[in-house]
């Protein structure tokens, strides 16, 4: 449901990505926010009736605001409670930015519904990064974290991935904790479904480009004047802007700018063999699935932008009690642990679990398992894209990959990681 005020073909927008993965269709996407122009030449404002704004989903879900102000008056609107919209919702509410965070459940914010680690070879790089910039990330893996190692240790820093496997309750518990105490910051509970825009021809943009800011400073000075002659050089391409979100309910919440970070729900689908079915993820340890986001998917496609799938591959739970733990190779934790958060690393304080670290298993496949896992290819998921063979992670790779593209070697590593 796009409410326009004059109309206006063709407008430009500003865009820049966000932290963190998305598993599912595009990135990270900022509408209005300080950073890089992007024409978007196939924008198309399609106008339709409210009612079937109001109808996207199978069913009408509520929006609940958690916080002190009752005002859907924001300065950023961020959708999605994953780990990028974690980190995008308190990176703009420490600017001091008024900011809402928008997710279906609350209660599932923090949730770690795939293998629940954190870092590794890259990812660890990452965690790193973003703790750098004072995100949350890092300080949830080290509040939960019952186990640490330092992958690649014996080649050269540059390469060293940090690891944590993390208990996922602990988690979840402490990056809630973390999102509840952030000031400026208020989640709702609600469905995006589809964005407000301004139109009208050579529109102003409502955040001002970085550098805007008042100074004597000459370097800065000289910076600001080329960011506004470049606004001022495309203020006249530039024919929409973002004003607002609505919910699933018909709820509006007005803003200077929405961050979109699409995780697994976007037009979401799961898939367990040959069966598929719509969702954005299953309930944990429950066959109740929580429902994808549909609307924001259509809106996203009306705006232009080219949508693709990925997928997680999604490790299976194993029954503990089902494994010959003897016949597998421990992995005890490293002690003293390394944390993600800097901050402790500088102050010397050890990992909150410390004292109860667990260790974790490793076993290997043989000429066997791989003849069975060829054997029963068949039975795979028909994936989208790469001729049903989908695009998955790089560096996750199913054990269907790793004997397909390695047909020579004889074994692969299989790691064994509870939970809690």
Request: with cysteine; glycine share 10%.
């Amino acid at each position: 449901m796009i409410r326009r005020r004059s109309a206006s073909p063709t407008p430009l927008l500003r865009i820049v990505t966000v932290c963190m993965t998305s598993f599912l269709w595009n990135t990270s996407i900022s509408f209005n926010m300080i950073g890089i122009r992007v024409p978007v030449h196939s924008f198309q404002l399609a106008t339709f009736s409210s009612s079937r704004a109001r109808g996207l989903a199978a069913g009408k879900r509520n929006s609940r605001l958690f916080g002190s102000s009752g005002s859907n008056e924001y300065d950023v609107i961020v959708i999605g409670g994953g780990h990028a919209g974690c980190e995008a919702a308190t990176a703009a509410a420490r600017t001091g930015a008024k900011t809402a965070l928008v997710t279906q459940r609350k209660d599932t914010i923090g949730e770690l519904s795939c293998n629940p680690s954190i870092g590794g070879i890259g990812k660890g790089h990452l965690v790193r990064e973003v703790d750098a910039l004072d995100g949350v990330i890092g300080k949830a893996a080290d509040m939960a974290g019952i186990h640490f190692r330092m992958l690649n240790r014996r080649k050269g820093p540059a390469v060293r991935g940090p690891r944590a496997q993390a208990d996922r309750d602990l988690y979840k518990s402490a990056m809630q904790s973390l999102i509840d105490e952030t000031k400026n910051l208020h989640v709702i509970e609600g469905a995006a479904e589809d964005l407000l825009l301004d139109e009208g021809h050579g529109i102003d943009s409502v955040a001002p480009l970085a550098g805007d800011a008042n100074t004597s400073d000459g370097n800065n000075e000289a910076t600001r004047a080329a960011n506004l002659a470049s606004s001022e050089a495309n203020k006249e391409y530039r024919q929409a802007r973002i004003r607002g979100v609505v919910l699933g309910d018909g709820t509006e919440l007005n803003c200077r700018a929405a961050v979109i970070t699409t995780g697994t729900f976007l037009r979401g689908v799961l898939m367990i063999g040959k069966e598929r079915y719509s969702g954005g993820r299953h309930l944990r340890d429950s066959e109740a699935v929580e429902p994808p986001s549909v609307g924001l998917a259509k809106t996203l496609e009306r705006f232009g932008f080219e949508l693709n799938r990925l997928k997680t591959g999604t490790p299976a739970r194993l029954d503990g009690n089902t494994i010959d733990w003897d016949a597998c190779v421990p992995q005890p934790s490293e002690y003293p642990c390394i944390p993600f958060s800097y901050v402790r690393q500088v102050n010397g304080l050890m990992v909150p679990n410390a004292d109860r670290l667990i260790t974790c298993h490793k076993s290997s496949t043989n000429s066997v398992t791989h003849d069975l896992v060829m054997k029963f290819a068949h039975t795979l998921p028909d994936y989208d894209g790469l001729d049903g063979k989908g695009n998955g992670p790089r560096y996750c790779p199913s054990l269907f990959k790793k004997v397909e593209r390695f047909p020579d070697r004889q074994s692969h590593n299989s790691f064994l990681e509870p939970e809690g």
